[in-house]
């Protein structure tokens, strides 16, 4: 593993905390600003935002003096009333695997978590944070230690993206198929449907054509079980589902996955049924991670393979990942290939998920930053003095 620190002139680069990011903002948005700080006329705002779209999420530029097509006194008034610049990266680390690491501070108290995992080829997925900490408590979940510290923004999830590319150095790179940053799941920190509405402005910016162009079927939603933002999530993000379920049955599952006493098994299955755009081809993937005596009896395959009849489904096996004072242990491979085997005969092809970054501490459920709640007229203050 090595370990180090960016260079402090990224430091430098961190936006003052009040100016508002325009590379946090959905199109929308980025023309209201614009029109509302009487910056552009009513006839040119589409031509401007397209402009300035492209600058910011197609070339990456973090200082609007790059913007060559943009006029000097434009350019000197967007810097002197909003940013462009990346929150700093507190932390970088790199796993023997490739798997890649960042720690991003966005505001005081507020670190956030990402995860780069490469895949076979260039292709890879970046695994992103909704939230500071969660409020779900899953018991094998490390996050689920932490107290909810916050909902992330819309900015602070774009800004995890943007903080990857730089680092892979993929600006305005290679398109579709050749990209090393190829998709995107949400399933770093948070549970994200209970931060649906920046969630999905975060997808609108990221999977937008004209700029990074990640495509919905490439981004990947998880979630424990928020059965009544099911529809929504599917209608306002076309992102991929997948749905983290751990147990067969809802004695086991009110224990791993809390949340399932509020919506049991049988709702979340009729929700996810009725989940919009599901088909052959855009599958729901289910998660399940392997607990060693607790869900992983053949038993438990044969009931999961019952309980997904009719659903177009993927399987993802996930070996427990183990953290500082877990309460559990993974199951031995032995126990997972058996397990996998009843799933393959099913017609569920390589559902063992290989653990990266492990010796990072950046494989799923293993985040956990140091964010610890501040108390509103605390962090008012030290905003106020920033
Ligand atoms: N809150 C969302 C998304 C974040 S968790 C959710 O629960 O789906 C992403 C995935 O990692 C989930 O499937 C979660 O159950 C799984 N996970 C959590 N802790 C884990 C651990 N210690 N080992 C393996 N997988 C874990
Ligand atoms: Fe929250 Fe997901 Fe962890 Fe459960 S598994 S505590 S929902 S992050």
């Excluded at 943009?70 to 023997?96: C, G, N, W, Y």
């Excluded at 960042?102 to 995860?115: D, K, M, N, S, Y």
């Excluded at 402005?201 to 933002?229: C, F, H, K, L, W």
């Excluded at 397990?339 to 492990?358: E, H, K, Q, V, W």
Aim: with cysteine; charged share 20%; hydrophobic share 40%.
């Amino acid at each position: 593993m090595t370990s180090l620190t960016l260079d402090p002139s990224h430091a430098r680069a961190a936006a003052p905390a009040l100016a508002p990011n325009l590379g946090g903002m959905t199109r929308a948005e980025l023309t209201a600003t614009l029109l509302d700080g009487g910056l552009v006329e009513d006839g040119k705002a589409r031509m401007r935002t397209g402009q300035l779209w492209r600058w910011i999420h197609l070339a990456g530029v973090t200082d609007f003096a790059r913007m060559t097509n943009v006029s000097k006194a434009l350019q000197v008034q967007l810097a002197e009333r909003f940013t462009i610049a990346r929150p700093e990266v507190v932390e970088r680390q790199v796993s023997k695997d490739g798997t890649r690491k960042w720690l991003i501070r966005t505001a005081p108290g507020i670190e956030i978590e990402t995860v780069y995992i490469p895949d076979v080829g260039r292709a890879g997925a970046l695994c992103v944070s909704s939230q500071v900490g969660c409020t779900l408590n899953c018991t094998f979940c490390h996050t689920g230690t932490q107290p909810l510290v916050r909902n992330l923004t819309a900015a602070e999830i774009i800004a995890q993206v943007q903080v990857a590319k730089d680092d892979l150095e993929e600006w305005g790179g290679p398109e579709g198929e050749d990209r090393r940053l190829s998709n995107i799941v949400f399933m770093g920190m948070g549970e994200p449907l209970y931060n649906l509405k920046n969630v999905a402005d975060a997808i609108e910016v990221i999977s937008d054509n004209e700029g990074i162009a990640i495509s919905r079927r490439r981004i990947t939603v998880s979630t424990s079980g928020v059965v009544p933002e099911l529809k929504a999530l599917g209608e306002t993000t076309q992102a991929m589902l997948a749905i983290s379920l751990h147990a067969t049955n809802d004695a086991l599952r009110d224990v791993l996955v809390p949340l399932n006493r509020k919506y049991p098994i049988a709702q979340l299955m009729a929700g996810i049924r009725a989940y919009p755009g599901l088909s052959n081809a855009r599958r729901v993937t289910f998660e399940y991670v392997m607990l060693k005596g607790i869900n992983d009896s053949p038993a438990e395959a044969r009931a999961l393979v019952q309980l997904l009849k009719g659903i177009p489904a993927k399987i993802n096996l996930i070996p427990f990942n183990p953290w500082p004072g877990s309460p559990y242990e993974c199951s031995s491979w032995s126990t997972i290939e058996s397990f996998a085997a009843i799933l393959n005969r099913a017609g569920y092809a390589s559902p063992i998920r290989t653990p990266r970054g492990r010796d990072i501490l950046a494989a799923c459920g293993q985040l956990k930053s140091e964010s610890e709640k501040v108390r509103a007229s605390v962090r008012r203050k030290l905003e106020a003095a920033e």
